[in-house]
């Protein structure tokens, strides 16, 4: 771990911090970065890092709160910043928020959020549509996926198998057969901006989980009573759930018709795909809507842009001395080992068209594959 600068950084806790952390590199805050990878250019984007990963390739709390306190304690900390992995365990986020400033939701909202039994019945009271849910094993499993409350990035969810019994943390959700796509918006607690449509994937590949989250596309091309009903039901669940800053919502399209997933009640993979559009990149953006200020959102960008992981199939050895590609970023250090079905950099791309940069990107990350997979062969 690096030693930390004399200005107050803000704390940025994430699965993975560097997308966040080069956001804040445009608008000029300095941070401190503690996730789970410790990548080089993360480490490069701060003025202090640390990978914090528990055997379970999760968060190891002692270890998270313990490096907290060391390298961006209350009294020395602009306020606390967060990305992903702490959805199903917000009584470690509100450990971290203790003594400092919080620019995101509550620890209570994203518990409210992301428990499908209060989650659920609101969509209900706003008349917003989703796919059927239910606490207990359904009788017939087949067209069900099981769940498990407050997952991230798709490697919990499975296909309902008969010996999947009622559990907490677990819930099942009928299969919703359409396009799998997302909004990033911006909240201030009472109205919602869409900042982009994207279109998703998973991984794809037999040693994932099979909805592994595996990219995106932004410029998703959308009817436009879509995108009007939508930002609608945005407006709607920013009223009555209090959401601020940078938010994602997951959903299927089935003809013109969204059903909606889950809501993601923070910063999202997908900032990566239009933090360029914005001058001061998007933590600004979620910093001055933290505050209650919302900004406006400037006109569509005319290129799409796409990101897609590269995960591994073996466990990898990165080969010391690689020359990562300008357009790979989460770059391991060399030496160390990826397990097999873990994350080993991502790829970008960007194009005139949303087709172009979706078949750039994975041409890219096969590309990636082949180069790793040769060298560890």
């Not at 379970?56 to 900390?77: H, I, M, T, V, Y």
């Amino acid at each position: 771990m690096q030693a930390l600068a004399e200005k107050l950084p803000l704390l940025l806790v994430s699965a993975s911090g560097r997308a966040l952390a080069q956001s804040a590199a445009r608008a000029g805050v300095p941070v401190v970065i503690l996730d789970l990878f410790n990548d080089l250019d993360a480490r490069a984007l701060a003025v202090a890092s640390g990978g914090v990963a528990g055997r379970n390739g999760k968060f190891d709390s002692r270890r998270l709160l313990a490096a907290a306190q060391e390298l961006c304690p209350p009294e020395r900390c602009a306020g606390l910043v967060y990305g992903s992995g702490l959805e199903g365990r917000t009584r470690l986020l509100a450990r971290l928020c203790n003594g400092r400033t919080l620019f995101g939701n509550r620890p209570e909202t994203v518990a409210a959020l992301k428990d499908p039994g209060r989650f659920f019945p609101l969509l209900d009271s706003l008349g917003i549509a989703h796919p059927e849910v239910r606490l207990d094993p359904p009788t017939n499993v087949a067209g069900w996926l099981v769940k498990r409350t407050g997952g991230a990035g798709g490697g919990h969810v499975r296909q309902a198998r008969s010996r999947h019994r009622t559990r907490a943390h677990r819930y099942f959700q009928r299969f919703q057969p359409g396009r799998t796509l997302s909004v990033l918006f911006v909240a201030d607690g009472r109205r919602a901006r869409i900042i982009g449509f994207n279109e998703q994937w998973t991984a794809g590949v037999r040693y994932c989980a099979p909805y592994c989250y595996g990219g995106a596309v932004s410029q998703a091309p959308l009817p436009q009573r879509t995108r009007r009903q939508v930002g609608g039901q945005l407006d709607d669940l920013v009223q009555a759930s209090g959401l601020v800053g940078l938010n994602g919502l997951d959903f299927m399209l089935a003809g013109e018709t969204p059903f909606v997933l889950e809501v993601n009640p923070r910063p999202t993979a997908t900032i990566d795909l239009y933090d360029a559009d914005f001058d001061g990149g998007l933590l600004a953006l979620h910093l001055c809507a933290c505050g209650g200020e919302l900004a406006e959102i400037p006109t569509t960008a005319n290129v799409a842009r796409a990101h897609a992981i590269v995960y591994s199939s073996v466990a990898l050895r990165v080969p010391v001395g690689i020359e990562w590609p300008e357009w790979c970023t989460d770059l391991p250090e060399g030496g160390s080992v990826i397990p097999m079905g873990a994350p080993v950099c991502s790829v970008h791309a960007q194009a005139a068209t949303n087709a172009g940069a979706r078949d750039l990107v994975l041409a890219r990350r096969r590309r990636m594959e082949d180069s790793l997979w040769e060298r560890a062969a």
